[in-house]
Nanobody
């Protein structure tokens, strides 16, 4: 089992920045691809960004390219999401997720992820 705990959410004005963290505990997550998803009220959960096990490969949704950056520190078992130039449409609950298929590439599908955090609220005011 892997437990994931997100932190760093909050209220920010449009154009501002936030840095989310996702701390993992339990079984090792070094070989797992990690991702961030978000879910706004009344909408389906959507893929935001993901990183492979080594951190050498990343993938971003078009809506966040150039504004968001994902990174990971395997020694600390932590994944980060740096969010810059935030927009009101970025408002959502942000969840991190782990894909336990060892060494897998990043997937954009929620069904490919085995472990999920409870989420952290990000609210961007206009």
């Amino acid at each position: 089992q892997v437990q994931l705990v997100e932190s760093g959410g909050g209220l920010v004005q449009a154009g501002g920045s936030l840095r989310l963290s996702c701390a993992a505990s339990g079984r090792t997550f070094t070989g797992y691809a990690m991702a961030w998803f978000r879910q706004a009220p009344g909408k389906e959960r959507e893929f935001v960004t993901g990183v492979n096990w080594s951190g050498g490969s990343t993938y971003y949704a078009d809506s966040v390219k150039g504004r968001f950056t994902i990174s990971r520190d395997n020694a600390k078992k932590t994944v980060y999401l740096q969010m810059n130039s935030l927009k009101p449409e970025d408002t959502a609950v942000y969840h991190c997720a782990a894909d336990q298929r060892w060494g897998s590439a990043v997937s954009t599908k929620t069904g490919d992820y085995d472990y999920w955090g409870q989420g952290t609220q990000v609210t961007v005011s206009s």
